[in-house]
């Protein structure tokens, strides 16, 4: 990259001490550090040596939840009927049959689908530790460096949620399917996490896997982990209403009071999902600052529920947004199905602006991922944007100034033209740069998992 870019946007999402709002003829200025330098809208047609970008430019997307390996289930659980455990089963078949070769194959692919979609930074809720039968690789972190190096490949930032997950349920061994997610106990879980190293494009996280995968008396742990860091640390949290039945058995409180009790929550804290809270359940996540990271498209899918994520922000927390088992890789998509979901359930309209919910996949959504410089488009940030066309079949007809609502309200991840990640052009006229065939690298690596 040259040491000053220039883009210019015909039109952009940008900050504004009355809310964000859609700016005319932007001109974007990138320094040698991939940071923006300038923003200037209004600044009249694009200047000579410029780099034109059509459409709308938004901060880029931040993915706060992914199983990258999930992608391999696309469609084929979707024949036949069940429930979140007969998918779970399906699941484990497609972990067992990946390694660290097979796994970069298959997470460079997933990260360049997430790139055209508009993600410039995803979220790896990863556990898939070591061999299939619970035998560790000679680099005891191979799987997890080889999602470090995907994203790489991909051009987009990571940060790597490395997970505990050691118990199939509460007082329970791993099962079969579960050897290679555990590393015995959290003290060394610890030791093995504390060996990842981050990079430029990347960051190293915890995550609890549930309540029912960590015992109690050691969620201290890992907290004590991610707080030593200052790194994030999610969870899922409340996903079936199983896991609080189960929780309220072992221990007599829900899995969020289980949660306060043990240190987890707090303001780096993320909790996934979300889906079935008490009040008391809301109160302590917001009181505690601690960010929900819904996942919509995930949630329907798996006949979750709809979680209480308009009754979550109004109590305080953030909002982030993830594609955890991508079923559809679609930011957009995620960010108003908050909106219709909430419609449905309570038959009335305008829970959340466009502007809220482009900034739980932005701004917030990076935050959570301890990434608190990008998702904005202003001096000083990343510079991680992506441009959405609007004269699509989806997109045209609704007037700049509304550009927000027809980002999240009608656009879809196949109308992102180009996506820059700090001040590089991954992502140009529709195609990967670094990934070109996108579509034939899902392929082969979905295909040698069969």
């Known amino acids: ?127 898939l530790h070591h061999g299939p039968d619970g035998t560790p690789y000679a680099n005891p972190n191979a799987m997890g460096e080889a999602l470090i190096e995907a994203a790489d490949r991909a051009g987009i930032r990571i940060t790597l949620l490395d997970t505990c997950y050691l118990s199939s349920g509460f007082g329970a061994e791993p099962n079969r399917h579960q050897l290679r997610f555990s590393d015995g106990d959290a003290d060394a879980w610890a030791e093995r996490a504390a060996a990842l190293r981050g990079a430029e494009h990347a960051r190293i996280g915890a995550a609890v896997h549930s309540v029912r995968a960590v015992p109690a ?100 927390c953030p909002i982030s947004l993830g594609s955890d088992s991508h079923a ?30 482009l900034r739980a996949g932005t701004a917030d959504g990076h935050a959570s991922l301890g990434w608190p410089e990008a998702g904005r488009l202003e001096a000083g940030a990343l510079a991680d944007f992506c441009v959405l066309a609007l004269d699509t079949v989806r997109t045209v007809g609704a007037p700049p100034r509304l550009g927000a609502e027809t980002a999240v309200f009608a656009a879809s991840a196949a109308d992102v033209r180009h996506l820059v990640v700090g001040g590089r052009h991954v992502v140009k006229d529709g195609v990967h740069q670094l990934v070109p065939e996108t579509g034939r690298a899902l392929a082969a690596a979905i295909g040698a998992l069969r």
């Not at 679609?330 to 309570?346: C, I, M, N, V, Y």
């Open 1 to 127: 990259m040259p040491s000053v870019v220039t883009y210019w946007a015909e039109h952009a999402w940008l900050p504004h001490p009355n809310g964000p709002a859609v700016q005319p003829e932007v001109r974007i200025t990138v320094g040698p550090d991939g940071r923006i330098a300038e923003v200037a809208p209004g600044s009249g047609p694009c200047p000579a040596g410029a780099v034109r970008l059509a459409g709308l430019a938004l901060p880029g997307q931040a993915n706060a939840h992914s199983h990258a390996f999930h992608r391999a289930l696309r469609s084929t659980v979707q024949v036949g009927s069940g429930t979140f455990w007969t998918w779970r089963d399906t699941m484990y078949r497609a972990a067992a049959a990946l390694n660290p070769d097979r796994y970069l194959a298959l997470a460079t692919a997933v990260y360049a689908e997430m790139a055209l979609a508009g993600t410039t930074a995803v979220g790896e809720f990863h556990y």
């Open 328 to 357: 559809v890789v679609d930011p957009f998509e995620e960010a108003r199905a908050l909106e219709l979901d909430e419609r449905l359930r309570t038959r009335t309209r305008g829970h959340w602006t466009a502007n809220e919910l």
């Open 217 to 316: 008396g050691q969620l201290g742990t890992v907290a004590h982990w991610a707080e030593a860091r200052r790194a994030p640390l999610h969870v899922h949290l409340s996903e079936q209403t199983a896991e609080n039945d189960a929780c309220l058995a072992a221990h007599g409180v829900t899995p969020t009071r289980l949660l306060a009790d043990h240190g987890v929550l707090g303001p780096r804290t993320s909790a996934v999902h979300a889906t079935h809270l008490t009040d008391e359940d809301v109160r302590l996540l917001a009181g505690s600052g601690t960010t929900v990271c819904m996942c919509p498209t995930t949630e329907r899918d798996l006949a979750d529920g709809i979680g209480p994520a308009r009754q979550l922000a109004s109590a305080g």
